[in-house]
């Protein structure tokens, strides 16, 4: 897979307001957009109805394959990659995502990682921690519920994410701590939908680019792929790179 993509510049460091368009974000909502070519995540800033930073791929959503991370005004200028939960700035430095998920008494807790802070652990709060039982099995992408989240590190609050009720996936995230690099919460983001999140335009991407799917990932023409890029990304993940 060539490279050359990255050398178009971007941020300069993570959370440093001003950097560039996504990290000088405070609370913007993320709409996710799916087809059978590319899938594409818009980011708007707070209640703005154009987004001014994309993420995208040109392959369906669970096919291994680089996000390129990008402002809307600059398409050539580069923010970083996604690939798998995990984000990187251009010049190849990891900035955080997905981190292992925590159990406890055999529930979920949602985790994310950044060199610079650590561990920022996900807790439900509000509906969410009503709705889930004391193993923790409800559905967290469901849509017919609300689904919030406030991760904290060793440090103190983090940021806060939230699912919208809905079929579709729509987030709204919220930097609490300013030290918090926006690419590794997109790239948090980005893991949770892609394994969590309910989304019925999901179902009609698998059918039209997989039908095979439904029976198993050994089942259908890109199985292999997409189980290579599944180890690749917990032998990763378990080394902290």
Do not use: C
Request: aromatic share 10%.
């Amino acid at each position: 897979m060539s490279f050359d993509f990255l050398k178009g510049g971007g941020s300069t460091g993570a959370g440093v307001p001003g950097a560039d368009p996504l990290e000088s974000l405070r609370e913007f909502v993320v709409k996710v957009e799916y087809g059978r070519h590319h899938t594409t995540f818009n980011v708007f800033d707070g209640g703005s109805s154009h987004p001014v930073v994309r993420m995208h791929k040109p392959v369906p959503y669970d096919v291994h394959e680089y996000y390129r991370v990008f402002p809307v005004a600059e398409p050539d200028r580069v923010l970083g990659t996604v690939v798998m939960g995990r984000g990187r700035y251009p010049d190849n430095r990891f900035a955080g995502g997905a981190s292992e998920v925590r159990f406890k008494f055999g529930g979920t807790q949602f985790a994310a990682q950044q060199p610079e802070i650590g561990q920022m652990v996900g807790h439900k709060v509000g509906v969410t921690r009503l709705t889930d039982n004391w193993l923790g099995s409800v559905a967290p992408g469901t849509a017919l519920t609300p689904y919030h989240l406030e991760f904290k590190s060793d440090s103190g609050p983090s940021f806060t994410f939230s699912r919208r009720v809905g079929v579709t996936s729509d987030y709204k995230i919220t930097i609490v701590d300013g030290r918090v690099s926006r690419l590794a919460v997109l790239a948090w983001t980005e893991e949770f939908n892609r394994e969590e999140s309910v989304d019925w335009r999901k179902s009609v991407i698998d059918t039209t680019t997989n039908p095979l799917k439904t029976f198993g990932p050994e089942f259908g023409a890109d199985a292999e792929r997409r189980v290579a890029a599944l180890k690749e990304a917990k032998k990763n993940r378990k080394h902290g790179s």
